[in-house]
């Protein structure tokens, strides 16, 4: 059973709707260290729904479509969307294409969980996808998104089998899966694929460390400023479909900070915010309304990828 947000395109099969108030707590002030496993996952998920889900029942329950579904979505996208796989040399490409799954990402999927083994690497092309700590009393905190400019599973090619985070899809959309074994084979070829993954991998821990430091030393509007910011490079449009709810649990700070910050630059003219919609009307203004922090991660993507075209991408 999967927990999908309510969209006008999703199948026939979608048989009841949920209501959550908007006061209902997400996360558990305390949770057990014999349930907080089993209750972690649904609590993940809804924190990602705001108000209007559905169960989904049919055969295919994990977010992943049919052969029909594939057929469709196929001739929509392709791996080149993602910025990794369209940099990777052309014989490298052509070894692992046919071996490339593409699949649904709902809204709140949960890709990884911590402690639990990889057993495949996710590319996304339209998705985006939110990497989260979460303590034993059910708080969490983003420490990093990745879009179309990355892929998922960079401990597989660190040498480990687990990872600490959990992996949790924030805005829906369409991506690449590819098995970790056959990930691994060609990392260990040494050659093209290990450098673009090593230089990626690089930017990503530019992405956490500077994640760790604006939370503790920017005030709430610069990390709401560099969120968004960098959340709206990885979409094609200037329009996010995210509560301030859900914007507080990623930065780890009360939703009434991020209530108050949002209205402030809604003032300004820098953003027009609706109910589970903000638009930016004003990119300048935003960045300068920000912290270094945007700037330090979008450089270092951009000075470790450059050969790739991530400059012109970023």
Not at 70 to 77: P, Y
Not at 159 to 188: D, Q
Request: aromatic share 8%.
């Amino acid at each position: 059973m999967t927990l999908l947000i309510y969209q006008q395109n999703l199948s026939a099969q979608l048989l009841c709707v949920v209501i959550f108030s908007s006061q209902q707590k997400i996360f558990p002030t305390c949770l057990s260290n014999k349930c907080y496993k089993e209750k972690l996952n649904l609590a993940i998920t809804v924190s990602f729904l705001s108000a209007k889900l559905v169960f989904q029942l049919s055969p295919c329950q994990t977010g992943y479509m049919d052969n029909k579904m594939v057929a469709i979505q196929s001739a929509q996208h392709n791996p080149y969307q993602n910025y990794l796989l369209a940099a990777l040399p052309t014989d490298i490409f052509e070894r692992i294409a046919p071996h490339l799954e593409l699949i649904s990402m709902p809204l709140g999927d949960v890709l990884y969980e911590s402690g639990n083994p990889l057993n495949y690497v996710y590319f996304p092309i339209t998705a985006i996808v939110s990497l989260h700590y979460v303590l034993e009393n059910g708080a969490s905190t983003e420490i990093a998104g990745v879009g179309n400019e990355g892929v998922l599973g960079i401990t597989l090619l660190l040498g480990g089998k687990t990872t600490p985070y959990l992996a949790a899809v924030l805005s829906a959309g369409y991506g690449y899966r590819l098995k970790g074994r056959l990930m691994m084979e060609e990392f260990n070829r040494t050659g093209p694929m290990m450098n673009l993954m090593m230089r990626y991998i690089q930017a990503l821990i530019t992405q956490i460390s500077q994640t760790a430091v604006c939370n503790r030393h920017h005030s709430i509007e610069q990390q709401l400023c560099r969120w968004l910011l960098l959340t709206l490079d990885r979409t094609p449009s200037n329009e996010l479909t995210i509560t301030q709810e859900l914007i507080a649990n990623l930065l780890g700070v009360r939703r009434e900070g991020i209530t108050e910050m949002a209205g402030n630059l809604q003032r300004a003219g820098l953003i027009s915010y609706r109910r589970g919609h903000i638009t930016v009307l004003d990119r300048t203004g935003l960045e300068s309304r920000s912290c270094e922090c945007y700037n330090v991660v979008k450089k270092e993507f951009q000075r470790l990828l450059h050969d790739e075209g991530f400059a012109k991408a970023l």
